[in-house]
């Protein structure tokens, strides 16, 4: 079992920076992969971005890619989402999730239904 606890959200002008922060409980945390999704309202859940257990393979969508970076300290059970150059097309909540690692690290690292444990997410404003 493991829980997340999300933070570092707030409100940014645009072309400003962010680095939000997952927490995580439970001894096996480091063999986990983990991902990190956001929600505007009235829309669903997006793919931003995952990283293997060891942070060695990362996965981005197309809209982040070169301007957020996930990274994670296992010493620390914490995953990190740097975001650079915030465009007000990113205000969404934002939430971490894990999912145990089995083996191969796919694509479907990026379906929300592939991950069964979820922060409870953090307010990301960008303002224009």
């Known amino acids: 079992q493991v829980q997340l606890v999300d933070s570092g959200g707030g409100l940014v002008q645009a072309g400003g920076s962010l680095r939000l922060s997952c927490a995580a409980s439970?001894?096996?945390?480091?063999?986990?992969?983990v991902g990190w999704f956001r929600q505007a309202p009235g829309k669903e859940r997006d793919f931003i971005a995952s990283?293997?257990?060891?942070?060695?393979?990362?996965l981005y969508a197309d809209s982040v890619k070169g301007r957020f970076t996930i990274s994670r300290d296992n010493a620390k059970n914490t995953v990190y989402l740097q975001m650079n150059r915030l465009k007000p097309e990113d205000t969404a909540v934002y939430y971490c999730?894990?999912?145990?690692?089995?083996?191969?690290?796919?694509?479907?690292?990026?379906?929300?239904?592939?991950?069964?444990?979820w922060g409870q997410g953090t307010q990301v404003t960008v303002s224009s």
């Open positions: 999730a894990a999912a145990a690692f089995l083996g191969v690290f796919t694509s479907d690292y990026a379906s929300a239904g592939r991950y069964p444990y």
């Open positions: 439970g001894r096996t945390f480091s063999t986990y992969t």
């Open positions: 990283s293997s257990w060891n942070g060695g393979s990362t």
